[in-house]
């Protein structure tokens, strides 16, 4: 029988690559989304044709009543959950005195709450053995003006994730975190003229930016067999930036 995973966020950009990476690797995959309905069924039609199971779930991961539906839902169809990926996440960059109350809430709200409403959520019901792989950012450590309150956000979820690593304590459930640099997204590229994108292509020693697939990588690492080790961390993945 094949092992579970939920993606938060999963219907495009490197969400739908790392659902796309975990079905290739075997697990049957719930497609978690809050909008594009269309998207995400199409991701799961993909994962099918190829020959992976998967399906769609709707759910704002910031209310934890539909938390728990997309567990539900998953267990229900899938099975009891084995890995939670917590990729759903918004950037809005403003300089903190241009931010309104309801973008700071907006914020936190997807972004932490989100994170935290699916490890509450996971805390009893992921089998043991299991694997958490939450999402930081690199954007921590390059301290750039306009995204105090996304890296605010960000650092609360690095917080968590070393902490509930060890709350997990006798279960052999691991609990890590990726934190991508720039990635050609159309969360990162959008709003970005073609010379501030070449500038952070270029700010790596490798001089390039990132690409899902060098993330889905990584997450594929860490819910497999040889990432059963690693625990507690924070894994940047970000060609050297920071």
């Known amino acids: 029988m094949s092992k579970v995973a939920i993606v938060t966020g999963a219907s495009r ?18 497609v978690n989304y809050a909008s594009s309905a269309y998207e995400a069924e199409a991701l799961v039609s993909q994962i099918m044709a190829a020959g992976g199971q998967a399906i769609a779930v709707k759910a704002n991961v910031a209310n934890s009543s539909e938390v728990r539906a997309l567990f539900d839902a998953t267990e229900q169809q899938l099975g009891k959950v084995d890995v939670l990926v917590n990729n759903a996440g918004i950037m809005k960059p403003a300089p903190i005195a241009e931010t309104s109350d309801e973008l700071y809430d907006q914020i936190f709200a997807i972004n932490t709450r989100g ?7 996971a805390a009893t019901r992921l089998n043991d053995g299991g694997r958490v792989i939450n ?11 306009g995204y ?14 070393h902490v509930f690593a060890k709350e997990l304590r006798g279960r052999q459930i691991t609990v890590n975190a990726v934190a991508p640099g720039p990635v050609a997204t159309e969360l990162f590229l959008t709003g970005k003229s073609e010379e501030q994108i070449l500038h952070f292509a270029k ?26 080790w690693v625990n507690g961390q924070t894994l940047r993945a970000n060609g050297g930036i920071v």
């Open 13 to 30: 950009g490197i969400g739908a690559v790392i659902a796309q990476r975990l079905a290739r690797d075997g697990f049957a995959v719930a």
């Open 115 to 121: 994170t935290f409403n699916t490890l509450r959520e």
């Open 135 to 145: 999402f930081s950012s690199s954007a921590l450590g390059l301290k750039l003006p």
């Open 148 to 161: 105090a309150l996304y890296n605010a956000s960000k650092a609360a979820v690095e917080s968590m994730t």
């Open 203 to 228: 700010l790596p020693p490798l001089e390039r930016l990132g690409q899902p697939e060098d993330i889905a990588g990584v997450v594929a690492f860490l819910a497999g067999p040889d990432g059963g």
